[in-house]
């Protein structure tokens, strides 16, 4: 579509949002989400950040945000979220500028938004809250030690359930299913197709799902230098697939051309580590393989 | 009974250095506490984990205040006042270095009262500083000198399996050559006194009046203070651009680093801010014109 500002990647923005001095790993994917997202948005944005590792963004007195930053309770950002934009709606009618408003964001992890603050957020959705809602997944409780969550793909070992038996839930589909202005999903290492969905969903109003993978050199133990490759692999072996919902239709926005192989992105990772030693796990392999290519199979020409 | 801190960085294992050494310990017949302190686990920001072993049970908890042993996995972290390594420090204690530089320095430079010794790491490549652990474990258990080697290499053996093979058996290299270097310091380090709670000092108790929730409540009222908080501290490789080969492609480098460290100027030279770049090296890994390359942090001139 022609209507975006980001055409081609020198037309990314040159100034940063953040400043230094964040308290996140080095290396970590979701503070790299959140510069690029917010460098899109601009400081007119007001995030709301369930109990995660960003609930440490911000610790008194030191802040790298330009804007306003509200702390909740891990299942409860959405409703966080609803106080925010029924505040500024309240002063807009009292008579407050409207360049004043401000962009409601939650900032959640995936624990909480796979899990816990699903209820919250799909209230939110069916009341047609105006606001964004980011999730960074890093596919675990990352804060607390990478414990598995509803993200946690099939396979990953985490530090609460050995290696995984389940399936990461679609939260991309629960939010599509309540038809909301805009769901989208992101990563940090194709910044051109995460600006222009950024820059798509700030001109909707409405209930936004802005759905980022967010590789975790902590929690899924690969070298922090990594980061940008373990999303590009993520991309190319089609297991994180890039899309966007708008006006009731979904449109892959990146399609691999030929596949990688998952265990081209697996080996990277030492969370997979036992699918490859002492011996390779075969059967474990093959049935993450088969469920990206029945994802792809079911895609009109895929 | 023993009282043993490990100081190191987020990623630099000595929260399995405590659990090698509490392991090798309760396998010499001690009962043993092994704990990292906890916090939200961030690789690269300062951390620390405690052992406790005695003859008899343990009936102290947290945080070790009077160790018998120190262990400083990097010296960089000396300069750090927020790590608080020599806390509790008296002339009983002793201080192990491991690094670069001579037991002398750090002598002179940190005035201690006990006993410091410097153990150098040059078995150790840039790649697997994750396996200091075991090289620390190994160390801390000869400056013991009441656990066998096999009984360390038994507690690799038992805490490292997870990783798989090859770790293992790195692992029990180092904890082996961290034994062998300090061979002529076995049993230098001498058990402290048992303390009772009521040789405990009480806490220095400030009595806060209760105020009103908008007094109580800590509230930032200016955005991008955490420019104050030096995450450069972090760093133990320098990414260093070289400007000749350049090619101004800040979207790459300055739009993937993580923490908003690299600033662009008008003709698109990227700059970075060293005060808090995390030395992740992502923009090493990703940039096209293969204009960075990284230098050890200790002897770059800052
Ligand atoms: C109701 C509740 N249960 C548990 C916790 C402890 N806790 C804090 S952060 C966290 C992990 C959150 O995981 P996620 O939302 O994925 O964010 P991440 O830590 O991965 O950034 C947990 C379990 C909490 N704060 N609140
Ligand atoms: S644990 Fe992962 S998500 Fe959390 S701060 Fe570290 S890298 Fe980022
Ligand atoms: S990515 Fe490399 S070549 Fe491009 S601007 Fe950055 S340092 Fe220069
Ligand atoms: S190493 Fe590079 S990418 Fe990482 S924090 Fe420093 S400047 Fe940013
Ligand atoms: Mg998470």
Redesign the pocket.
Known sequence: MSETAFVRWRDLPRGRQLVGGAPMCAGCS?LEVLHQVLDVLGEKTVIIN??????LLVSYPYSPLRGSWLYT???SAAAGAQGMRDALDLRLAQGMPAEDDLQVMVL??????Y???LSPASGAIERGLDFIYLV???E?????G??Q?D?TPHGAHTASCGSYRGWKKDLFAIWVAHRPAYAATLIGSEPLDLARKVDKAARLKGPRLLLALAP?PT?WDFDASATVEVGHLAVKTGIWPLKEYVDGRITHTKVPRERLPVEDYLVRQGRFRHLFEPRRDEARLGEVQAAVDAYWAELPGG | MYRIRFHGRGGQGMKTASRILGSALFLAGYEVQDAPHYGAERRGAPMHAVVRAARGPIQERGFVDRPDLVVVADEGLLAEAGAAILQGLDHHSLLLTVGREPAALWQDRLRLAGPVLALADAVIAAGERHFLGAFCAGAAARLLGVVALACLLQAVDDEVASFGEAAVARSRELAEAGWRGLEEHAGSVGEGSAAGASGQAPPDWIELQAEAGDLAAPSIHGGLSSIEVRTGLWRTQRPVIDYAHCRRCWWVCSEFCPDSAISVDADGTPTIDYAHCKGCLVCLAQCPAHAIRAVPERGASS
């Open positions: 979701g369930s109990a995660g590792c960003m609930s309770a891990m299942a959640s992890g995936d624990g909480a938004a899990g816990m603050g960074y997944d890093n675990g409780y990352g804060n607390t990478q414990q969550s993200a975790c929690g």
